[in-house]
């Protein structure tokens, strides 16, 4: 049974790179034409293969419509969460999780510092978009015509002599976040508060949200606070292969009986 579903399955990848009649399948899964005509029809009766009028066999429509369901039902808060603590757990700094939704870069998740000085951020609660490292990077993802329609409708406030101060600085570092692949913000909102920010990709290589870790230049300077970047990255990627199904997910440790 399990060799069966092994050579049901192969033929979607194969049936991705386009269609295929029946001679096709059955050479490329290295069985006899009875056998792969089972298999396609198997598949056919769920949905997954439709045979066309010219007897080849394409993908079928229920195989896109689980697809986009999948990805509408995807968390990306519940999936990023335990990777969040690791990181807070490992540099002690703020973390936080960001989304852009509906003109607003937003914090959906949030791990304190165990530091004594704690954040003012809030989950559910927009950040300042023109110069937060997060929503750098989930713009800089937005197409060329999308971005600069963003920009130009933005109000760029001088939180300090660090912000961005207009629509052309914004982007023009919207083009050296996109080309570097992270972002940062050392005092642009508040001149004692620095952070570093990394993309969080789907399956499509777009970026569906954006990871940071932020603290006080009491406690990490701006430099050392950079030098946590690499491992700022690594969760990130982390995060976006097993949001987009790539990787596995890392086992929790068990607890220990007591």
């Given at each position: 049974?399990?060799?069966?579903?092994?050579r049901?399955?192969?033929?979607?990848?194969?049936?991705?790179?386009?269609?295929?009649?029946?001679?096709?399948?059955?050479?490329?899964?290295?069985?006899?034409?009875?056998?792969?005509?089972?298999?396609?029809?198997?598949?056919?009766?769920?949905?997954?293969?439709?045979?066309?009028?010219?007897?080849?066999?394409?993908?079928?429509?229920?195989?896109?419509?689980?697809?986009?369901?999948?990805?509408e039902?995807?968390?990306?808060?519940?999936?990023?969460?335990?990777?969040?603590?690791?990181?807070?757990?490992?540099?002690?700094?703020?973390?936080?999780?960001?989304?852009?939704?509906?003109?607003?870069?937003?914090?959906?998740?949030?791990?304190?510092?165990?530091?004594?000085?704690?954040?003012?951020?809030?989950?559910?609660?927009?950040?300042?978009?023109?110069?937060?490292?997060?929503?750098?990077?989930?713009?800089?993802?937005?197409?060329?015509?999308?971005?600069?329609?963003?920009?130009g409708?933005?109000?760029?406030?001088?939180?300090?002599?660090?912000?961005?101060?207009?629509?052309?600085?914004?982007?023009?570092?919207?083009?050296?976040?996109?080309?570097?692949?992270?972002?940062a913000?050392?005092?642009?909102?508040?001149?004692?508060?620095?952070?570093?920010?990394?993309?969080?990709?789907?399956?499509?290589?777009?970026?569906?949200?954006?990871?940071?870790?932020?603290?006080?230049?009491?406690?990490?300077?701006?430099?050392?606070?950079?030098?946590?970047?690499?491992?700022?990255?690594?969760?990130?990627?982390?995060?976006?292969?097993?949001?987009?199904?790539?990787?596995?997910?890392?086992?929790?440790?068990r607890?220990?009986?007591?």
């Amino acid at each position: 049974m399990s060799q069966s579903v092994d050579r049901a399955l192969s033929i979607l990848p194969l049936l991705a790179r386009g269609p295929a009649d029946l001679g096709q399948v059955a050479d490329a899964l290295g069985v006899h034409k009875s056998t792969a005509l089972r298999l396609l029809r198997t598949l056919h009766d769920h949905g997954l293969v439709y045979r066309q009028q010219d007897g080849r066999h394409r993908l079928g429509a229920r195989l896109f419509a689980l697809a986009a369901e999948a990805v509408e039902n995807l968390d990306v808060r519940e999936i990023a969460h335990p990777h969040l603590r690791a990181l807070n757990e490992e540099c002690g700094h703020t973390v936080h999780l960001a989304v852009y939704e509906e003109n607003e870069v937003l914090y959906i998740d949030k791990v304190e510092s165990r530091y004594p000085v704690r954040m003012y951020s809030r989950v559910g609660k927009p950040v300042a978009i023109t110069v937060a490292a997060v929503a750098k990077l989930l713009l800089a993802d937005l197409p060329e015509g999308e971005r600069r329609a963003v920009a130009g409708r933005l109000d760029y406030p001088l939180y300090t002599s660090r912000s961005t101060p207009h629509a052309a600085a914004f982007l023009k570092e919207l083009a050296t976040v996109r080309e570097q692949g992270w972002a940062a913000d050392l005092g642009g909102h508040e001149e004692s508060i620095n952070c570093v920010a990394a993309p969080i990709r789907g399956g499509d290589g777009r970026v569906v949200a954006a990871l940071s870790v932020s603290a006080p230049n009491v406690v990490v300077t701006a430099e050392e606070l950079l030098g946590l970047l690499p491992l700022v990255r690594r969760t990130a990627e982390a995060i976006g292969g097993e949001y987009s199904g790539t990787t596995v997910p890392a086992q929790q440790p068990r607890q220990k009986a007591t």
